[in-house]
C-alpha cells in the first residue's frame, strides 16, 4: 500500500515527463463514505486532472467488490474504467459494476452517488492471468515437500491472479496501440474507438445477454483490439463566460452577502460542457454552472474554468466588489478611496486590520484619450507603488514592486495595518509593449473597499 500523496506524486512524474498513457491497476472504495479518504481522494483527483489537461489518458481498475459502484479513480469522468471477463467470455462476478441509473456522457449525476458520468467502459480478461511474482515461503516449503527442490522463499517465479487490476494493462497496451495509429487523438475518440469495437458478453447475473451497447454490468462489452484510423477532426475548447463583473451591496449581515455566480454564458462549439469550476486565490470555492456562496466585504478575482466533453477546457474572469453595509465600514476595519488625479488615491482606514489594495492598470484600446471599463486590461506591465500613513504622529511608508496578472490586477497587503489616513500613488509603471500617459483622463474611476 501507499499513500495517495506516493500516488499523486508518480501520476505528476508521469505526466511531466512524456507518458502518453499511465495505467491505475488500484482503486480506493468509496461507497462507505469514510471522511478520511476525502483527502487522499482529492490530492489524487487534482493530479488526474492535471494529467488530463495535458492530454495523458487514464486506465483505471473498476473494483474487485462484485457490486455496483466504480472504486476511484475509475468512477471520475475523465479516467476509462475496465471491468473484468473470464475465460467463457462473461463478466467475472468478482468485477465491480456501473450503479443503475447512470447514464453515459451527459454531464450529470444521474445516480446521485456524487460522481458524474461514472460508468464502466468496457471488460478485458482477468481471471487465471499469468504474471511474475515473488515465491512465498509457504510455496517454497510445499515444492520442497513435493520433491521440487531449489526454491526459496522470495525467488521470483511466475503465478496466475485475478482481478480488474489485470484487465486493466491490457486496456492501457490497446490505447497505446490506437495512439500509435492515431497520435495527438483525444480521450474522447480513444474512448469511442474502444466502446465501438466492444463485443457484448453475457453477463454472470443473467443481465447483458447479448445487449447492443452499454448496460451496468459490462459496459459497451468485451475489449476488442481493432485499431482505427481516425479522421483528424481536432476538439474545439470551450468557450467560458464568467458574467459581468458586479458590485453587490451587502444587505444582511455585515461583512458578507450572498453572490451569484453565473457561468450559463459558456458554450462548446463542438460538444458539450461537462463541468464549471470556480476558484478563488487558486482554491476551488464551487462547481456548478450557477452558484450562490457568500463572500465577505471588499474585491474578489474569481477564475471559472469549464470543461467539455473532450477534456478541453478554458477560464474566464470575474470581478465582484462587495460594498460595505449601509455605505459603512465594517466594525472589523476597511478603508473608502476616492480617487484623485495622476493616480494618487487617499485612504481612510478603520480600524487597525490586514490592509488589501488592488489597483487595475488598463490600455486606451479605443483610442479615446480616456481610460474605462471598456478598455482591454494590460498584463506583465511593472508596478512600484508607494503608501505612505500618517496618524498625525507618526509616518510609515511602503514601496511595492510587482507585476500585473492576466487581469491587468495589481495587489498589495499590509498586514495588521494601523487606522489613520493612506495614501497610495503609482510612481513607476513600465511595459515591453505600452508606455505610460499620465494626462489620460479615468472615466467612473473604482472606488476602493475593504
Request: glycine share 10%.
Amino acid at each position: 500500500w501507499a499513500y495517495g500523496s506516493d500516488a499523486a506524486s508518480a501520476v505528476y512524474y508521469a505526466a511531466d515527463n512524456g507518458a502518453n498513457v499511465i495505467n491505475i491497476s488500484w482503486g480506493i472504495d468509496v461507497s462507505s463514505g469514510d471522511p478520511s479518504l476525502m483527502n487522499e481522494i482529492q490530492v489524487l483527483t487534482e493530479a488526474i486532472d492535471y494529467a488530463v489537461a495535458k492530454g495523458v489518458i487514464i486506465v483505471a481498475a473498476a473494483g474487485n467488490s462484485g457490486t455496483a459502484g466504480l472504486h476511484f479513480p475509475a468512477c471520475m469522468a475523465n479516467t476509462i474504467a475496465v471491468g473484468a471477463s473470464n475465460w467463457l467470455d462473461r463478466r467475472s462476478e468478482f468485477s465491480s459494476f456501473a450503479a443503475p441509473g447512470e447514464i453515459p456522457d451527459n454531464g450529470i449525476d444521474d445516480d446521485g452517488n456524487g460522481w458524474v458520468d461514472d460508468v464502466l467502459d468496457v471488460l478485458a480478461p482477468g481471471e487465471l492471468i499469468w504474471s511474475t511474482a515473488v515465491l512465498s515461503a509457504y510455496d517454497a516449503l510445499l515444492y520442497d515437500f513435493l520433491g521440487m527442490l531449489g526454491w526459496q522463499p522470495a525467488d521470483d517465479t511466475y503465478g496466475v491472479a485475478d482481478g480488474t487490476s489485470f484487465a486493466t494493462p491490457l486496456v492501457s497496451g490497446y490505447v497505446g496501440l490506437i495512439l500509435s495509429q492515431n497520435p495527438g487523438a483525444t480521450l474522447g475518440q480513444v474512448r469511442e474507438v474502444i466502446r465501438s469495437n466492444a463485443v457484448d458478453v453475457l453477463d454472470p447475473n443473467g443481465v447483458g445477454d447479448f445487449l447492443n451497447g452499454y448496460d451496468v454490468y459490462s459496459g459497451f462489452g468485451r475489449m476488442r483490439m481493432v485499431v482505427s484510423t481516425l479522421t483528424p477532426d481536432p476538439n474545439q475548447a470551450p468557450n467560458a463566460d464568467a458574467g459581468e463583473d458586479e458590485i453587490v451591496p451587502d444587505k444582511g449581515k455585515p461583512g458578507e452577502e450572498n453572490v451569484t455566480l453565473d457561468g450559463s454564458g459558456s458554450s462548446d462549439p463542438d460538444g458539450h460542457i461537462i463541468s464549471y469550476e470556480w476558484r478563488e486565490n487558486d482554491q476551488q470555492i464551487a462547481t456548478g454552472e450557477t452558484v450562490t456562496l457568500k463572500l465577505p466585504v471588499g474585491f474578489h478575482t474569481i477564475t471559472l474554468r469549464v470543461t467539455d466533453n473532450q477534456y478541453a477546457s478554458s477560464e474566464d474572469q470575474v470581478t465582484i466588489e462587495v460594498t460595505p453595509k449601509n455605505g459603512d465600514l465594517p466594525d472589523e476595519g476597511g478603508s473608502s478611496i476616492p480617487p484623485t488625479a495622476m493616480g494618487v488615491y487617499e485612504m481612510i482606514w478603520s480600524a487597525k486590520n490586514n490592509l488589501d489594495l488592488m489597483v487595475n492598470i488598463r490600455r486606451d484600446s479605443n483610442g479615446n484619450d480616456a481610460l474605462d471599463d471598456n478598455d482591454a486590461p494590460v498584463s506583465e506591465a511593472i508596478v512600484t507603488l508607494l503608501l505612505t500613513h500618517d496618524d498625525g504622529i507618526v509616518q510609515n511608508s511602503w514601496t511595492f514592486d510587482g507585476q500585473t496578472d492576466s487581469s491587468g490586477n495589481f495587489r498589495v497587503k499590509v498586514p495588521r495595518a494601523p487606522a489613520g489616513h493612506y495614501q497610495a500613488e503609482i510612481t513607476q509603471l513600465t511595459h515591453d509593449i505600452h508606455t505610460w500617459e499620465q494626462g489620460l483622463e479615468v472615466n467612473n474611476p473604482d472606488t476602493f473597499t475593504n
